[in-house]
């Protein structure tokens, strides 16, 4: 096995436009309707025939592709999502919650409304962008030449998840979910790479990340 190791990483979330995404929450939370979501609860984008959007301030939530419920990504506060669905409704994926949340929920028609009211398009903009690069970077982590590719970049997604998320998910369980590949092989990669000393993992929870090398 290889052993190049590489700079400290940048995620993406690195270049969330919390400020935009802030100010869009801010200006729609008059118009939207709160709901207390419960842990592991299930909302879809379309329902009854209405495009909806979500947004919350703090938490986090699952985003699974509602063919198969196979796991795409996570989204944490603050947070406006369904905007993809702006200009053709796709019935593609759904969330679901990841710990109790006051959940924001606004029709799309409404949404629009507000953003011209309010002359919210470039923060609106800005939220696209990232939401259009955060797709396309996992559409190449599941076109990665290797499957040490995969998990690599799924450990750091999982590094970059809110201590709260982070503390009490399966390392193991959190690879398979969005790779597919069997579990003696994520438990062969990771016993790898924690005996080369890149990662320490205790109890199955990823702890801290030191250095993944690039090639494996």
């Keep these: 096995m290889q052993n190049i190791k ?8 690195d270049f969330k436009p919390v400020e935009d995404i802030d100010i869009l929450v801010n ?18 984008f379309i329902n009854s ?23 795409i990504s996570s989204a ?3 947070a406006l999502l369904g905007t993809t669905n ?17 959940l ?26 990232f939401t259009i690069s955060h797709f396309q970077h996992h559409n190449l982590s599941q076109v990665a030449p290797t499957s040490y590719e995969k998990i690599r970049t ?14 009490k998910t399966n390392m193991a369980r959190y690879i398979q979910d969005r790779t ?10 990771i016993s790898a790479l924690r005996k080369g000393g890149h990662i320490t993992v205790e109890r199955g929870i990823l702890i801290s990340v030191a250095s993944l090398p690039m090639k494996f």
């Excluded at 200006?27 to 879809?44: D, I, Y």
């Excluded at 025939?49 to 796991?71: K, N, P, W």
């Excluded at 924001?104 to 962008?129: C, D, H």
């Excluded at 799924?154 to 503390?167: G, Q, Y």
């Design 6 to 13: 590489d700079m400290t990483p940048v995620t993406l979330r």
């Design 180 to 189: 597919l590949l069997s579990r003696s092989h994520v438990m062969m990669m």
């Design 104 to 129: 924001g929920i606004i029709p799309m028609e409404v949404l629009s409304k507000q953003l011209e009211a309010n002359n919210l398009w470039r923060e609106f903009s800005q939220l696209l962008l």
């Design 154 to 167: 799924h450990i750091l997604a999982l590094n970059s998840e809110p201590d709260e998320v982070k503390s």
């Design 27 to 44: 200006s729609l939370t008059p118009h939207a309707t709160f709901v207390s979501a419960r842990k592991g609860q299930r909302f879809n």
């Design 86 to 102: 702006y200009v053709m409704a796709h019935d593609a994926t759904y969330i679901t919650i990841n710990q109790p949340m006051q």
């Design 76 to 78: 944490i506060g603050p």
């Design 49 to 71: 025939s209405q495009t909806l959007c979500y947004m919350f301030e703090e938490g986090s939530v699952t985003v699974h592709r509602a063919r198969d419920g196979r796991v």
